[in-house]
C-alpha cells in the first residue's frame, strides 16, 4: 500500500514537472501576442481575454497529453514494434505496418481540419472522406515501408531519396494548388496523435531487433511516413484530372463574447478527441487479448494514460481553436494591411516560439535526448528547430508579398538540398531531420501559423488567399530537414576536430 502511495507520488511529480516544461514554452508565443497587442497591432479586449483563457488551456492540455502520450500512446506503439520484431516476415511486417499506419491516421485531428478545407477550397469536388482515406492509405503503405527498412536493415537516405525523387517528378504535373495541398497533408498527418505511436513503434522495432544501427534505425519512421500523403495527394490529383481549383477558404467569423465560443466547441472536439483515440483503443485490446497478454496493473497503466491523452488533447484542441486561432488571423490580417513591412520580421519571432509549443516537438526531441543517452541534447535540437521554421514563416510572409515567388522555388532546392546532405551527415541526424519536419508542423502550425498567413494573405490584394495560406504548413515541414542536418554537419566537423 505504502508503494502504491510512492507510485503516486511520482506520478504526481512527473505530472508538475511536465507542467512546467509546457509553461515555459506555451509562455513565448503567449508574450509575443500580448507585446504586439500593446504595441503596433491592439485587438479587442474580448479577444484577448479569450486569448489568455486559450493559452491556460494549452498549457494544461499539453501537460496532461505529454504525461498521457508517455504511459500510454508510447507504450502501445514499443508493444507493437516488438512483436512486428518479432514475426520477423515481411508479408506479417508489410500488413501490420499498413493497417496501423491507416487507423491511426484516419483519426488524425489535423487530417479531419486539412480536409475540410480542401473539401471547401474545391468547392466540393474533393469529398473530406476521400482526402482522409487517400491520405491514410499513403501513411499505411509508407509505414509498412519503413518497418521493413529496419527489419532489412537498409539504409534511411536511399529510401528517402527515391521517394522524393518520385515525389519530385509527379510534382512537374500536379498543379499549383495541389502541390501546396499534399506537402501540407504531410504536415497535417505527423500531429499530435500520430508522431508518437510512429516513433515508438519504429523504436520498439529497431530496439528488439537490436545491431549496430538500431539507434540510429530508431528514428526516421515519421519521415517515412509522412512522405506517403505527399505521394497519395498528387496521384489522386492527377488520376482526378484536378487543376483548376475553383472555391473559397472558409470564411472566418469573428466570435463574440468570452466563454461562450469555448463552450460551443467544447463538444465537438470532446467527440472529435473520441474518434481521434478509439481506433487505437481498440487496436491495444485486440492486440492484448492476442499477443500482449500484460498483467492487470500494466493495462490499467496503459489506459489511464489514453485517458489522461483524451483529457490534454481535448483542453489543448478547444484553447487552439477557440482562442488562439482568431487571434492568429486579425494579427495577420491588421499587420499586413497596416505595417506589411513588418510581416517577415513578425513571422520569423512566431516561427521561432510556435513550434515550442508543438506536443509532438516535446514527443521527438525528449525521445532523441534518451535513445542516445544525452549525447544530442533536446534543447540543441529545440533550437535548431526554432531557427529554422522562424526562416519557414519569415519567407512564407514574403511569398505573400512577392507575387512572382513561388511555393515550388523554396521546396524544390529545400528537399534537393536536404537529400544532398543526407549522404554527408551522420545516419542519425539524417532520422532526426526527416521525423522533424513532420512534428513541426502540428496543430500549433495548423491553427494560429496557418490562420496568420490568410489573414496576412486577406489583406494583400495580389496574394492568393488559398495557395498562400497552404503553403506555409509546406514550408515549415521543410525547413527542419536542412536545420537539423546542418545541426549534424556541425556535430560531425565538431567529432572530427576532436578526434584529430
Known amino acids: 500500500m505504502v508503494y502504491g502511495g510512492k507510485e503516486r507520488l511520482i506520478g504526481l511529480d512527473i505530472l508538475l514537472r511536465q507542467f512546467k516544461e509546457v509553461m515555459l ?64 516476415k515481411a508479408s506479417i511486417t508489410a ?26 477550397a474545391s468547392g466540393g469536388i474533393v469529398p473530406n472522406s476521400l482526402i482522409l482515406i ?20 537498409k539504409p534511411l537516405n536511399k529510401l528517402l531519396t527515391i521517394t522524393y525523387f518520385i515525389i519530385f517528378i509527379l510534382g512537374l504535373n500536379v498543379s499549383e494548388e495541389f502541390l501546396a495541398i499534399s506537402v501540407d497533408a504531410s504536415g497535417a498527418t505527423t500531429g499530435a496523435m500520430t508522431t508518437p505511436f510512429i516513433l515508438a513503434l519504429g523504436y520498439g522495432t529497431s530496439k528488439l531487433k537490436g545491431g549496430k544501427t538500431s539507434e540510429e534505425d530508431s528514428f526516421g519512421m515519421v519521415g517515412i511516413a509522412s512522405a506517403g500523403p505527399i505521394l497519395a495527394i498528387m496521384i489522386m490529383s492527377i ?52 499477443r500482449f497478454k500484460l498483467n492487470k496493473k500494466h493495462t490499467h497503466t496503459i489506459l489511464k494514460g489514453l485517458l489522461y491523452t483524451y483529457i490534454g488533447l481535448t483542453l489543448f484542441l478547444v484553447g487552439v481553436n477557440a482562442g488562439f486561432m482568431e487571434v492568429g488571423r486579425v494579427m495577420g490580417e491588421k499587420i499586413a494591411l497596416y505595417h506589411p513591412i513588418l510581416l517577415p520580421i513578425i513571422g520569423f519571432l512566431l516561427g521561432m516560439v510556435v513550434v515550442l509549443a508543438e506536443p509532438a516537438v516535446y514527443v521527438l526531441t525528449t ?31 514574403l511569398r505573400i508579398m512577392i507575387p512572382s515567388l513561388k511555393l515550388w522555388h523554396f521546396l524544390l532546392p529545400g528537399f534537393g538540398i536536404a537529400a544532398f546532405l543526407s549522404y554527408k551527415v551522420p545516419s542519425i541526424f539524417v532520422g532526426i531531420a526527416y521525423d522533424s519536419g513532420g512534428v513541426a508542423s502540428g496543430p500549433m502550425t495548423a491553427t494560429f501559423v496557418l490562420a496568420f498567413a490568410q489573414g496576412a494573405a486577406t489583406a ?20 527542419p530537414l536542412l536545420a537539423i542536418q546542418i545541426l549534424g554537419l556541425m556535430f560531425k566537423l565538431k567529432a572530427n576536430k576532436e578526434g584529430h
Not at 25 to 46: A, C, K, M, R
Not at 142 to 149: A, E, I, K, N, P
Open 25 to 88: 514554452s506555451v509562455l513565448p508565443i503567449t508574450f509575443l501576442v500580448l507585446i504586439l497587442n500593446f504595441s503596433i497591432i491592439p485587438i479587442e479586449n474580448e479577444m484577448l481575454i479569450r486569448f489568455i483563457i486559450g493559452a491556460l488551456l494549452v498549457i494544461f492540455g499539453l501537460g496532461f497529453f505529454l504525461f498521457g502520450a508517455n504511459i500510454g500512446i508510447t507504450a502501445i506503439g514499443s508493444l507493437m514494434g516488438e512483436t512486428i520484431a518479432k514475426s520477423n
Open 95 to 120: 500488413i501490420l505496418g499498413f493497417i496501423l499506419g491507416f487507423f491511426i491516421t484516419i483519426a488524425e485531428p489535423d487530417l479531419q481540419i486539412l480536409a475540410n478545407q480542401v473539401n471547401i
Open 134 to 153: 487517400v491520405v491514410s492509405i499513403g501513411v499505411g503503405i509508407m509505414v509498412s515501408f519503413g518497418l521493413l527498412r529496419i527489419l532489412y536493415g
Open 239 to 290: 488520376i482526378m484530372k484536378l487543376s483548376d481549383i475553383q472555391g473559397e477558404v472558409e470564411a472566418f467569423t469573428v466570435n463574440t463574447g468570452i466563454i461562450t465560443p469555448y463552450l460551443r466547441i467544447f463538444p465537438h472536439i470532446l467527440k472529435e478527441s473520441i474518434v481521434t483515440l478509439l481506433p487505437l483503443l481498440i487496436l491495444f485490446l485486440i492486440f492484448n487479448k492476442l
Open 367 to 397: 525521445q532523441v535526448e534518451e535513445v542516445t543517452s544525452g549525447y544530442i541534447k533536446r534543447k540543441v535540437i529545440l533550437a535548431a528547430l526554432s531557427i529554422g521554421i522562424a526562416f519557414a514563416v519569415s519567407l512564407s510572409m
Open 460 to 479: 494583400i490584394p495580389t496574394a492568393n488567399v488559398l495557395v498562400d495560406g497552404f503553403g506555409v504548413i509546406a514550408m515549415v515541414a521543410m525547413t
